[in-house]
């Protein structure tokens, strides 16, 4: 009993993690090009991931099955809470730690490595890594890749539907008035102040400017028509990453009949609008600042490359990872406008990296501790 309450708190824990790295990110680009501000972006984010989350055992059963860890390791071991308490508090962990020091991770890679290395301690090399290269690793390999090339090839054709219809874009100049209170001399030398207002104008630094599109096609506002469709694909995007990460987690609590179907969705829902809304400000800065500057246009066409991915792979049971769908289409774009952070893609890249052997590494600590 002990155990199964430790497994739920520990299944809480890594929807907390999850929510709180993952779910800015499909957000991330309205933010970053000054759509709208952090607070309201990422309670966008929270009601579209809570509505994905809720909406995912009817759209991806299959990927229930497959983070149960059966077929990985024996059923008899998979099924026993010891392994998945240790998937859980491996994958957690991991994920808790990249978020404290502002790296976006991949929960499904964490989760990942956090079965091989509880699968290690438990049978040894008997670990089915067959199934792990065909069903888990090459999809989160090809995954990035894709998003890259689709992320650059659209944000082109984009750019060039925009000079075609004669959409051009400008920077923002402050302009507006202050009040200023000034010294006036009187006679007898007295010295007395009066208030006056004066106009200023003000060209801000090119990181503080937005830039806008001015134009209209067939009559609508090109920059009022693309604000909607950038709320809207953002939507779309925590939507999707809500479907794909939520039966992840709850395979965990569902492979040993710890809770129903319902309970145990509403509450990794619960624990990941709950972790996005307290912890994910340092993911989100990365996300949105660091990795390329990003104009309202750009923004847009990562989200459209971002939750076409993770929705289609959701549907077949791909267990993709949206963190690198994302950060890939972002990555894209700027590989075209040629202002992408490298220094900041190749940490990301090496958080990639670690992710999976610190993950295993954890797992596997914890499920010999608990054997103890």
Not at 140 to 151: E, F, H, K, Q, R
Not at 232 to 256: Q, Y
Not at 321 to 335: A, D, E, P
Request: aromatic share 8%; hydrophobic share 50%; proline share 3%.
């Amino acid at each position: 009993m002990t155990v199964l309450i430790l497994l739920f708190l520990g299944t809480c824990f890594l929807s907390y993690s999850n929510g709180a790295n993952d779910n800015f990110k499909g957000v991330a680009t309205l933010f970053g090009s000054g759509t709208t501000n952090y607070k309201s972006a990422i309670w966008l984010a929270t009601i579209a991931t809570f509505i994905g989350s809720l909406c995912s055992i009817f759209l991806a059963e299959s990927l229930v099955k497959s983070f149960s860890g059966k077929g990985l390791v024996p059923d008899a071991i998979a099924l026993s809470p010891d392994f998945l308490l240790s998937v859980a508090m491996g994958g957690a962990s991991t994920v808790m730690l990249a978020t404290v020091l502002g790296f976006p991770i991949s929960t499904t890679h964490s989760l990942i490595g956090a079965l091989i290395g509880a699968g290690l301690m438990a049978v040894g090399t008997n670990v089915d890594f067959s199934i792990l290269g065909n069903s888990f690793l090459l999809p989160l390999l090809i995954s990035p890749i894709i998003a890259v090339t689709l992320g650059a090839t659209l944000y082109s054709f984009f750019r060039r539907v925009r000079v075609h219809f004669g959409v051009t874009k400008d920077w923002c100049l402050c302009i507006g008035k202050t009040e200023k209170t000034i010294p006036l001399v009187e006679p007898a030398s007295v010295i007395t102040s009066a208030s006056v207002t004066t106009t200023y104008s003000t060209l801000d630094k090119e990181e503080n400017c937005r830039e806008l599109y001015r134009g209209s096609v067939l009559g609508i506002n090109c920059q009022k028509a693309l604000d909607f469709a950038h709320y809207i694909s953002a939507g779309i995007v925590c939507f999707a990453r809500g479907l794909n990460d939520t039966p992840k987690i709850v395979a965990l609590l569902l492979a040993i009949k710890a809770l129903e179907v319902q309970s145990a969705m509403l509450f990794v829902a619960i624990g990941m609008a709950t972790g996005g809304l307290l912890n994910a400000r340092r993911v989100a800065l990365t996300m949105s600042k660091k990795i390329t500057p990003l104009n309202h246009g750009q923004g847009f066409t990562a989200n459209i490359v971002t939750g076409a991915l993770v929705v289609f792979a959701s549907r077949l049971g791909i267990p993709v990872s949206t963190t690198h769908v994302s950060v890939g289409s972002i990555f894209g774009i700027g590989l075209i406008t040629k202002k992408g952070n490298k220094r900041i893609i190749s940490e990301i890249l090496l958080s990639w990296l670690l992710t999976l052997p610190i993950a295993a590494i954890l797992s596997g600590c914890i499920y010999l501790l608990l054997k103890i």
